[in-house]
């Protein structure tokens, strides 16, 4: 299957600092999400980006099908934004499709 | 739309004994997922359902694992004879066809 890597695996952050999270993923993909996982567990949907870059707000997403790579940056960081961080990818093909794999995620802190 | 809804949101067990979780995914997506999620791990895929018909099974699915979304819309996680490796965060999230995965909160099942 995919293999999917996110760095850094930890981020701590001042209020107002901006970050980039990566995720590198070993095959071509037919989309990819990320996700915010709050400190009760809940998945916060944040971009569904196959290729191309999105904003909303202080966040944007690029993703590169073509290198195999996404980010996510945050900007003007807030302590709400401390969490989990994860992107998934899904590989696509056959009965393959809608099959999210998701990495170790990036461990967000942000300080006031 | 009303949000992907799960029941229980927490679940403690005796080691041997059965359990069923209920997902009730968006009304009109198609695509049902199960995902299970352990400490410090991104979740993992499970089984997907569209409409009635379950179109895959992880190998993490062992035999004591099974789903069902009888009429299309809710779908029912069930394991049996419990183990204390099957403690867990088990997820679910719907789809329409090809599109964005949204997640439920959660059942955290505690197996002792």
């Known amino acids: 299957g995919i293999q999917v890597e996110q760095s850094p695996p930890d981020l701590i952050l001042q209020e107002g600092a901006n970050s980039t999270l990566r995720c590198n993923f070993s095959?071509?993909?037919?989309?990819l999400q990320w996700f915010h996982q709050n400190p009760w567990g809940q998945l916060i949907n944040l971009f569904y980006?196959?290729?191309g870059t999105k904003q909303n707000g202080r966040l944007s997403a690029t993703t590169v099908a073509t290198e195999r790579y996404s980010l996510l940056y945050i900007s003007s960081s807030q302590t709400t934004d401390s969490g989990v961080y994860f992107c998934?990818?899904?590989?696509?093909?056959?009965?393959?499709?809608?099959?999210?794999?998701f990495g170790q995620g990036t461990i967000l802190t942000v300080h006031p | 739309d009303t949000g992907v809804s799960q029941d229980p949101r927490h679940k403690i067990t005796k080691r041997g004994q059965n359990v069923t979780f209920r997902c009730d995914p968006i009304?009109?997506?198609?695509?049902l997922y199960w995902y299970r999620q352990t400490l410090g791990q991104g979740p993992e895929f499970l089984t997907y359902?569209?409409?009635?018909?379950?179109?895959?099974k992880s190998r993490l699915l062992s035999d004591r694992f099974s789903a069902e979304r009888p009429k299309g819309s809710f779908s029912t996680l069930e394991i049996q004879r419990t183990e204390q490796g099957d403690s867990a965060m088990y997820l679910c999230?719907?789809?329409?066809?090809?599109?964005?995965?949204?997640f439920g909160p959660g059942t955290r099942l505690t197996v002792l």
């Open positions: 980006i196959p290729s």
């Open positions: 359902f569209q409409n009635e018909a379950q179109l895959e």
């Open positions: 999230a719907s789809s329409r066809l090809a599109d964005e995965q949204f």
């Open positions: 009304s009109e997506h198609n695509r």
């Open positions: 998934a990818p899904e590989r696509g093909g056959g009965t393959s499709y809608g099959k999210l794999t």
């Open positions: 095959d071509s993909v037919n989309n």
